[in-house]
């Protein structure tokens, strides 16, 4: 490879965060290693599909939020519609309702979630952070009055074949959770990485007015991608109401913090523009680890969460450290 060529993979790797990428992955796989040494039954079957089980919810949100943040932006409803999803659809089915109609009525409100959120920011111009600090409030408050401020009741056993397929089913002994994570990050990398629309949220997470001035529809971009993490969200919550068998209203509470940690650890930029979903596996992988395998070693819940968060804050740190470097040298 000459010199030419080696700098033009080099900038496309720095472009899209693959170095960020193989550094999460690096990270996974040595957290992996250190925990099963401390702990044998971290290694074992059945917890490995239980930590499977546990990331696909995070790699779920984690994707959506992924959208939202290449195009310089960020969702803080996230948690909020998964709560409101979870509550919305587990009311309809305990009082009698088909699970398919339940789930097509919860994911239009979700859908709604989106669309307000996408006009806040790209119509009326509203900072991200404030316009989804809002619906967030909104969401959650939906979540509450939906059943009169209390968890529904059981969905029933009309719902069962709904929580087989989101939950307990498995094939070729992986959960069907996780088959769902799986086929839902192929079908959104293949969107982000080989389609227009894909190179327009990188557009204008790198360069709005440069975006605008080529000719990309910044309210048509941030609409999708507001879109589909309202959609990641709302699977999200049917996944919980299934697990569970009935809506709770504290369901997502502080999953926005999920999702933007797997993000960020994955290298998906805050600042936009940078990044690949590849880094969202990477990133989910490492919270799921680091939350399960300090509970195998016993750590506290305080001190985990102080970990993760320390965690999440270098991460943030790292980029813009690496973001600034990049401009000063330019």
Request: proline share 2%.
């Amino acid at each position: 490879m000459n010199k030419n060529n080696s700098n033009w993979l080099s900038r496309k790797m720095a472009a899209r965060g693959v170095q960020s990428v193989v550094t999460a992955g690096i990270g996974f796989f040595a957290l992996f290693i250190i925990f099963s040494v401390l702990s044998p039954q971290f290694r074992s079957g059945n917890n490995i599909q239980n930590l499977l089980r546990q990331i696909a919810p995070t790699l779920i949100i984690g994707i959506g939020q992924g959208f939202v943040l290449i195009t310089g932006n960020i969702d803080l409803a996230v948690g909020s519609v998964v709560g409101m999803a979870c509550m919305t659809a587990g009311t309809l089915m305990s009082h009698g309702m088909n699970p398919l109609l339940a789930c097509a009525i919860t994911l239009i409100l979700s859908l709604a979630v989106g669309v307000v959120n996408g006009v806040l920011v790209a119509k009326v111009n509203l900072p991200a952070f404030i316009a989804t600090l809002g619906t967030m409030t909104l969401a959650r408050g939906l979540a509450q009055l939906v059943n009169n401020n209390r968890n529904t009741d059981f969905i029933g056993t009309n719902a069962q074949t709904f929580r087989d397929l989101l939950y307990y089913d498995n094939f070729l002994t992986i959960y069907s959770t996780v088959w769902i994570a799986i086929i839902l990050w192929i079908i959104m990398n293949f969107l982000l990485s080989k389609t227009r629309t894909g190179r327009h949220i990188y557009a204008i997470g790198s360069n709005l007015e440069a975006a605008k001035l080529s000719g990309v529809n910044a309210l048509r971009t941030t609409l999708v991608a507001y879109l589909i993490s309202s959609f990641c969200s709302c699977l999200c919550g049917l996944i919980l109401l299934a697990s569970a068998g009935m809506g709770t209203m504290d369901a997502g509470t502080t999953y926005e913090m999920y999702a933007i940690a797997a993000c960020v650890i994955g290298g998906i930029s805050t600042l936009g523009g940078t990044g690949i979903l590849a880094g969202v596996i990477a990133g989910a992988g490492i919270w799921g680890i680091l939350q399960n395998g300090l509970q195998f070693v016993g750590a506290p819940v305080a001190l985990r969460n102080i970990i993760i968060g320390i965690i999440v804050i270098a991460a943030v740190m790292l980029d813009v450290v690496t973001r600034t470097g990049k401009k000063k040298a330019k």
